[in-house]
């Protein structure tokens, strides 16, 4: 393990990224005032799924791993995606 | 035998690290150690199970109250549950042998995270404590069941939440165990050993552990919302403030389903071990085993609602999850298949853990097929909350995890303790529990089926003899255990020297003196391109 070569990230990108979420913080709390009715969910998941994805990308490093990482990652969600649907064929349908 | 000898004293065993004595223990990284450590806890928390589920079926000898009233009866279940379940069940194979023998089985000095392991091992502990104080302090016993079904677990005045925190810490344990093991394959192979020579003990460790590191969680939260709702009423779950109790059945068997898998994947791969070491014969469908362990692994995941069949949920939730269910019928019979060829014309040594091998493979199909009678709709209308479902489990459950891990202990015993067990008292005690076991649950389909329901302590007279024969079966358990037990007890300091590789076993760990070593291996091995796990040709 010792011999493997690790990605250094440069600190502004960390900087940008940090900005980048707080921004979109800001932004998912704004973005309660308005009155969006059946979306008010949509909308908080839409930014939550952003800064989920630029902390894994970056922070997380999985744009500096190697693929199988990512691809593992993917299929972690990809579970989730399902158990979601699975659950919501009682919700819609009861 | 003086080679065996002078093994003893180099092994692990005897290896002196930073403290002496039983601090030598508790505080080892050592994943030998770790698994040890796990084995003493899981066996004394196991016999206090087994107390409660004696007293369980000694109630039930006769109609009536016969030696507890109904409260104390629902406490026994629900204390019952939690210990069987949450300490011995979910952590049994996992922690014991995966940590004792992983490291060993891929060529590795120890596990990625020596010191999370020992950690695990503590959250283990904490929660332990956690659990029996609920069960000797504070508003009375937890009476609802291991499941902690909303809304009865936030209404009732028992003493719930320390038994959920416990739960929770639980959790945390299986989580790192979990972690800890997937890196382990992932980084800590021996040169050589690809994914495609990896034991399938270690391949169903793996399988397990994605279980482990991801339903966890699940559980871990909803207990949490259990406890808020107790707390400040919060109403997730509560009806009367526009909660759902569905969704907590929804989350909690989300876990609790999965959960069934992280104890019976890895008693497959102890099977899958045993059988061709006894047979002295090349797995049969090497990679077919593999891929229906993953196969297990991510539909087990999916089909948590048949535990809800009668709940309320909507109908077109019933057929999906009843058509996953039965589709994880075919990974676990090519299992099946797969170990009886395995046995097909190979050279069978009739040892102790050959035998728990093949009686697993019995008491596993017929808690398989009655699953496929409760995942099916109608039957599970009739069938569902009755003794059926609780012999069905236990013969899941129980006599999956009992039978593997029996069969992994005389299996591997003489490379933990260096030492051979009695092989006639072995058998005896093997006979004894089988007979208990098939005694004990066997009757309980039959009750089911005539309509008795669960978790009741009183029943009408014409349940009476079934019953009888089924509290005699828990005796005949009980004693066949405690057989097991004193004999690889005192096997373990008075048993015969064993030597490095008694069974002709074609894995890792039987290249090493037994016990084992503190380092493992002297050096790294590399292993060949014609080498592998089952390499009998």
Known sequence: ?94 | MQEAQSALQASYLHHQGRYKGLLGWIFSTDHKRIGLLYLYSITTMFVVGLLLGLAMKFELLAPGKTIMEARDYNATFTVHGVIMIFMIVIPGLPAVFGNFLLPLMIGAPDVAFPKINLLSWWFYVAGVFLVLAALLFGSGTPDTGWTFYAPYSFKTGTNMLPAIFGAFVLGFSSILTGLNFIVTIHRMRAPGMKWMKMPMFAWTLYGTAWIQLLATPVVGITLVLVALERIFGIGVFDPALGGDPILYQHLFWIYSHPAVYIMILPAMGAVSEVIPTFSQKHIFGYKALIISTMAIAFVGYLVWGHHMFTAGMSGTAQYAFSLLTFLVAIPSAIKVFNWISTMYKGSINLKTPFYWASSFIFIFMIGGFTGLVLGSLATNVHLHDTAFVVAHFHYIVFGGVSFSFFAAIHYWFPKIYGRMYDEHWAKVGWIMFFIGFVSLYTPMFYLGMKGMPRRYYDYLPEYHGANILSTFGSWILAMGFLVIVVNLVRSARKGEIAVANPWKGKTLEWTVPSPPPFENFKEIPVVGEKDGPYNYE
């Open chain 1, 1 to 94: 393990m010792s011999n493997e070569k690790h990605h250094i990230v440069p600190y502004h990108v960390y900087v940008v990224i940090l900005g980048a979420l707080l921004i979109l913080t800001f932004a998912s709390i704004g973005i309660t005032s308005i009155e969006l009715g059946s979306l008010t969910v949509a909308a908080a998941l839409f930014f939550a799924v952003i800064k989920t994805y630029l902390v894994l990308i970056y922070f997380m490093h999985l744009k500096y791993d190697k693929p199988y990482i990512g691809i593992m990652v993917g299929a972690v969600f990809l579970l989730f995606i399902v158990v979601i649907i699975i659950t919501f064929l009682d919700y819609l349908y009861r």
